[in-house]
C-alpha cells in the first residue's frame, strides 16, 4: 500500500534526522530533550510547563525531569504562574541564554552541509508535501470518529 509506504519514509527520514542530530547534541552536553528545551526557550518569553510541553511535544513526566537537570545547570528559572498559581512558568537564565546562542548556532553550523545539499527548489517541495500531510491529517482528525 502506497500509504504506509509514504508512512514508513516519512517516519524513517525524522529518525534519521534525528539519531544524526542526537549524536551532535550529545557532543555539546546536552540531551536530546534539553536541546528542545533550551532551543524552544530561547529568544521567547518565559512560558507555561504545559505550553513548553505543546511546543516540544514532549509528555509533562519526561518534562518535568529535563527541567530538573537544567534547573541543577543553572540554565533556567522555575517561578510560580502569577495567573495561576498551581502552575510553573519557564524561562532561560542569563546563562540559559547564552547557552542557546552557542548551541544552537553550533547545531545550526554542523547542519548547514546537510541543509546546502537541498536546492531551494527541493526544500520548497518538501515544505509544500509536508504542509499538504499536515492539513489532510488536521481534517482527518476533525472528522466525527464515533
Known amino acids: 500500500m502506497s500509504f504506509l509506504k509514504m508512512v514508513r519514509k516519512l517516519v524513517t527520514s525524522y529518525q534519521s534526522l534525528e539519531k544524526l542530530g542526537s549524536k551532535y547534541i550529545r557532543t555539546l552536553g546536552f540531551t536530546s530533550g534539553q536541546f ?3 532551543v524552544t526557550l530561547g529568544n521567547q ?10 511546543k516540544t511535544l514532549m509528555v509533562k513526566g519526561n518534562l518535568t525531569v529535563i ?3 537544567l534547573l541543577k545547570k543553572g540554565l533556567i528559572n522555575k517561578t510560580p504562574n502569577p495567573i495561576d498559581g498551581r502552575g510553573i512558568i519557564v524561562s532561560l537564565t542569563e546563562k540559559g541564554e ?3 546562542v ?8 554542523y547542519l548547514e552541509p546537510l541543509a546546502k ?6 526544500l520548497t517541495e518538501l515544505i509544500n ?7 489532510k491529517i488536521d481534517n482527518f482528525n476533525r ?3 464515533k
Open 129 to 135: 508535501n509536508f504542509d499538504s500531510i499536515l492539513r
Open 67 to 69: 527541567l530538573d537537570g
Open 117 to 122: 545539499s537541498f536546492s531551494d527548489e527541493e
Open 102 to 109: 552557542r548551541i544552537f548556532n553550533a547545531h545550526l553550523a
Open 36 to 38: 528542545d528545551v533550551i
Open 143 to 145: 472528522l466525527d470518529r
Open 98 to 100: 547564552e547557552t542557546f
Open 45 to 54: 518569553p518565559p512560558m507555561s510547563c504545559s505550553e513548553l510541553a505543546e
